[in-house]
C-alpha cells in the first residue's frame, strides 16, 4: 500500500474533475433521482440526459427490451425541453458538489448552436456533451457518421460556447477513428467513446419488432468488447482524454478501458441494475491505484498499449 493515497484527479479543459468517474446520459436522470441513495459528490461528474430545444415526449411504447446481457432502448429523447431543464432540473442539481455535464441533441447545426449558447449562459453546467450518436431519432447519427458534418457541427459549437466541449462518438460506422480526428481537429475537448449500437428484437408470437420503434440501442456488457475496441483505436489517433463508456458494470471493467486509453469512464446499463454501482466503482479505483502503488491516474492510461 502507498502512505499517500493515489490522485484520480483529471482535467478536461476548464473541467476538474476528483476522480474518473461518471454517469452515462440517459442512465441516471437528472441526478437528484439517486440523491438519496449515495452522495453524489463522490462522483467526478454527473452527466445528464439528452436535451433538445423543445420537448419531446419520446417513442411510442415498447421502449426497452432485454437482450443476453444487455438491452435494447428507444426512448427517444424524451426530455422536457432546453428551458425547462435550465429552470427546473439544474437549481436542483446545483445543490450537489459535483460538476454537471448536458448532453445535448439538435436537429441542425443550428439547433446544436442555439442548445449550445443556452447552457453556457445559464451558468449552470460546467462542460458540454455533444451527442451526435443517437440510434434513436431520425436524423440522430448523421452527424456522427461523417466526417465533415462533425467538423462542422463541432466547430460551430466550439466557436459558441466556452465550456468544455466533449463529443459522444457512434459505433455504428466504418471507421470511428475518422469521426474522433474530424471532433478534435474541429475543438472538442474530449471524446465520449461510444453510444448505444444499432439493433433489432422481434416478437415472435406477434411476428413484429418488440419496440414500438423497430430499432433500438443496444448497451449493456453485450457491448464492452466493441466499445474497449473503439477506445483503443481512437487512443491511438488523438491526444484528447477519452471517456470510456459501454458495459462498464464493475471496476475491473472500468480498468479495462483506462488500460485502452480512457481517462475517464461513464457508468450507464450498470446503474439500472445496482444504483450505486457509480460510486462503487470510484471506491474500487481507490482501491486498486493504492493496491498497485499507482501515484496517479495518468499511471494507467493506455496501459495496455504496445
Ligand atoms: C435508457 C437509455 C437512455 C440513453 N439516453 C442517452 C441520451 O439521452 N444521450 C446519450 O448521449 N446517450 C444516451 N444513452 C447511451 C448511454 O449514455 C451509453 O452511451 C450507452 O448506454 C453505453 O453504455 P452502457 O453500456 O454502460 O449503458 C442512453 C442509454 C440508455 C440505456
Known sequence: MTSSSPDLSLQIGSL??????????GTFGYGVEYAELFDMSKLGAVVIKAATMKPRVGNPPPRIAETPAGMLNAIGLQNPGADAVISEKLPQLAEYDV???????????DEYVQLAEKFSACGQVD???????????????????????TAELVGKVRAASDLPLITKLS???????????????????????INTLLGISIDVERRRPLLGNVT?????????????????????????????VGGIMNT??????IMAGASAVAVGTATFVNPTASVEIVAGLQQYFAEHDLPDLGALVGAAHP
Open 16 to 25: 476538474q474533475m476528483k476522480n474518473p468517474v461518471m454517469t452515462a446520459s
Open 99 to 109: 460538476p454537471v455535464i448536458v448532453n445535448l441533441s439538435g436537429e441542425s447545426v
Open 127 to 149: 462542460a458540454l456533451e455533444l451527442n451526435i450518436s443517437c440510434p434513436n431519432v431520425e436524423h440522430g447519427m448523421d452527424f456522427g457518421t461523417r466526417p465533415e458534418l
Open 171 to 193: 459505433p455504428n460506422v466504418t471507421d470511428i477513428t475518422e469521426i474522433a480526428v474530424a471532433a478534435v481537429d474541429a475543438g472538442s475537448d474530449a471524446l465520449s467513446v
Open 216 to 244: 433500438g440501442g443496444l448497451s449493456g456488457p453485450a457491448i464492452k468488447p466493441v466499445a474497449l475496441r473503439c477506445v483503443w483505436q481512437v487512443y491511438e489517433q488523438v491526444d484528447v482524454p477519452i471517456i470510456g
Open 252 to 257: 475491473r471493467d472500468a480498468l479495462e478501458f
